[in-house]
């Protein structure tokens, strides 16, 4: 992988220039962005009937997750089965699950006065289920490698993935969303490169234009359970046949808004670019606000004034990720989130490989989320 920053295409402009860095800030763009929507997706859930028939829900979800897996992949393509990549495994994603898995738990039992239900670090709770299965997939990145065609076994995996349904590490959204990951191993640069080709990017609009217009149909009579890569096809009363074509045809419609969604982010250099070195810390620590919003009734708005209060709780979730993401708070709270390389002065990072950190303030992380919350 080139450690250089590729250059911004003829038809990009820079809103501030671009400090010395090895970083790449079409990573840095799009993990700030994807993680974004993550907050707002999670939002949208305190609105009752969000899941069920939102158009704007239901075509967020049909690309955010697997665009934010596509990227994972591409930033895990480093990782090998040696001590310094194991360790990183362990102090960035293992701790940071234990920690947060510990912390969520205990505010929704303190606080929301919740009954969680089930095994706690065994089945993993709300949006701690990326760090789950980003710990599988890790560990089944060089193996997924060296197989023939790994997009292709990758896609059975998932075909296959669906005629059951285990909450244990949430090994049934792993292998749901397998193909994203792998297809982000299997991508380079330079096809990210030709992504951001103008009439690459004109055919990616298109297809997101007519994706919400389709939403907008089949947002109330569609099982959103599709959209979450975790049910069994028994579990959303399909045959074994129904279900097979139903995920094929996810994985393809969600592939290519993905891949249309990743073809518009910005390649250069913005204001924002800074705060997605911050993501993980976003990803992990929006949930107790979301939470703390959904116990005081915030949800509730939607019965005075459905249009408004869809708004406010929009605006208010992209405030929230880019205050997270500020560098005075994210450095602040990295210590929960990375707390075994923050206690040993060692220089953390989380899915990016190594050349793609910088210096103490960008210590921080990716991962993202979980659609709606089930327990």
């Keep these: 992988m080139s450690t250089t920053t590729a250059p911004a295409t003829a038809t990009e402009t820079t809103d501030a220039p671009a400090p010395a860095s090895s970083r790449d800030p079409f990573f840095d763009n799009a993990k700030l962005l994807l993680v974004t929507l993550v907050v707002i997706g999670h939002a949208w859930v305190m609105m009752p009937d ?22 994972t992949g591409y930033l895990s393509r ?44 065994i089945d993993p709770h709300w949006p701690m289920w990326y760090l789950a299965v980003l710990f599988l997939w890790r560990l089944a990145k060089p193996l997924l490698l060296r197989v023939p065609k790994p997009l292709v076994v990758a896609v059975v995996v998932s075909l296959l993935g669906g005629l059951v349904e285990s909450d244990v590490l949430d090994i049934s959204r792993a292998t749901g969303l397998l193909p994203f990951f ?26 997101l234009v007519l994706a919400f217009v389709v ?22 009363n399909a045959t074994v046949w129904e279900g097979f074509a139903g995920r094929l045809g996810m994985i393809l419609v969600a592939g290519a808004l993905a891949l249309a969604a990743l073809s518009l982010m910005p390649r250069s250099y913005r204001w924002f670019t800074p705060l997605g070195a911050a993501s993980l810390v976003v990803y992990l620590c929006h949930g107790f ?12 708005l939607v019965e005075h004034d459905e249009v408004t209060a869809f708004v406010l709780i929009t ?31 060692d220089t953390p990072g989380m899915l990016e490989p190594h050349h793609h950190r910088v210096g103490v303030e960008q210590r921080l992380a990716l991962t993202h989320r979980h659609p709606v919350n089930r327990r």
């Excluded at 510990?102 to 706690?120: C, H, N, Q, W």
């Excluded at 330079?190 to 055919?203: G, M």
């Excluded at 149909?217 to 959209?227: I, S, Y």
């Design 215 to 236: 939403s907008a149909v089949v947002a109330k009579p569609m099982n959103v359970e599709w959209l979450y890569w975790r049910s069994s096809y028994a579990a959303m």
């Design 50 to 71: 969000a899941p069920s028939s939102f158009p704007a829900y239901t075509f967020l979800y049909a690309w955010h997750v697997p665009a934010f897996v596509i990227v």
């Design 289 to 300: 606000f979301v939470k703390a919003a959904q116990y005081a009734g915030v949800g509730g």
């Design 315 to 345: 605006g208010a979730a992209v405030l929230l990720a880019l205050a997270l993401a500020a560098t005075p708070v994210a450095r602040r709270l990295n210590k929960l989130v990375d707390p075994i390389s923050t206690a040993t002065e």
């Design 78 to 121: 480093s990782f090998r089965f040696t001590r310094p990549h194991l360790r990183k495994l362990v102090t960035t994603v293992v701790a940071p699950y234990l920690v947060f898995e510990t912390l969520l738990a205990t505010f929704r039992i303190v606080i929301g006065k919740e009954s969680m239900g089930s095994p706690l670090y």
């Design 182 to 207: 792998v297809l982000g191993l299997v991508l380079t640069r330079e096809h990210f490169d030709r992504l951001a080709e103008t009439r690459v990017r004109v055919w990616a609009f298109a297809a």
